[in-house]
C-alpha cells in the first residue's frame, strides 16, 4: 500500500512558475511507475505526465510539454512536477497517483493509489 500527499499548490499568474511534490509513504515507492492528473471544475480528470519507476521514462499531455516536467526521488520518495509558464487553463486541482507496477503509463485507470489532491489557480 502507497499513501501520498501532495503539496505546492497556490494561486500565481499567468507565466508564473510552480513546483509541486508528493510524499510518497511506504518502501515500494521506487518500484511503482508515478503521474500527475488534474481535474478542473465541470471536467473530468486528465492526464498530465508520468514516470516509469526509475525515471528512465518519461509522458507528456501534449498541453504541458514543453512547459512542465515530471521527476522523481527515489531516496526522498517523492514525485515532483515542475510547472512553467503557466496558463489560465491550467487551474485545476493536482492528483498525483501510482500505478502499482514498475512502468508508466497515461492511462488513469492504470493507477491504484492516489492522493488527495492540490489546488493550482492561474490568474490571468
Known amino acids: 500500500q502507497v499513501q501520498l500527499v501532495e503539496s505546492g499548490g497556490g494561486l500565481v499568474q499567468t507565466g508564473g512558475s510552480l513546483r509541486l511534490s508528493c510524499a510518497a509513504s511506504g518502501r515500494t515507492f521506487s518500484s511503482y511507475g508515478m503521474g500527475w492528473f488534474r481535474q478542473a471544475p465541470g471536467k473530468e480528470r486528465e492526464f498530465v505526465a508520468a514516470?516509469?519507476?526509475?525515471?528512465?521514462?518519461?509522458y507528456y499531455a501534449d498541453s504541458v510539454k514543453g512547459r512542465f516536467t515530471i521527476s522523481r526521488d527515489n531516496v526522498k520518495n517523492t514525485l515532483y512536477l515542475q510547472m512553467n509558464n503557466l496558463k489560465p487553463e491550467d487551474t485545476a486541482v493536482y492528483y498525483c497517483?501510482?500505478?502499482?507496477?514498475?512502468?508508466?503509463?497515461?492511462?488513469?485507470?492504470?493507477?491504484?493509489?492516489w492522493g488527495q489532491g492540490t489546488q493550482v489557480t492561474v490568474s490571468s
Open positions: 497517483a501510482a500505478t502499482g507496477v514498475i512502468r508508466a503509463t497515461p492511462s488513469l485507470n492504470n493507477y491504484a493509489y
Open positions: 514516470v516509469s519507476w526509475n525515471g528512465g521514462s518519461t
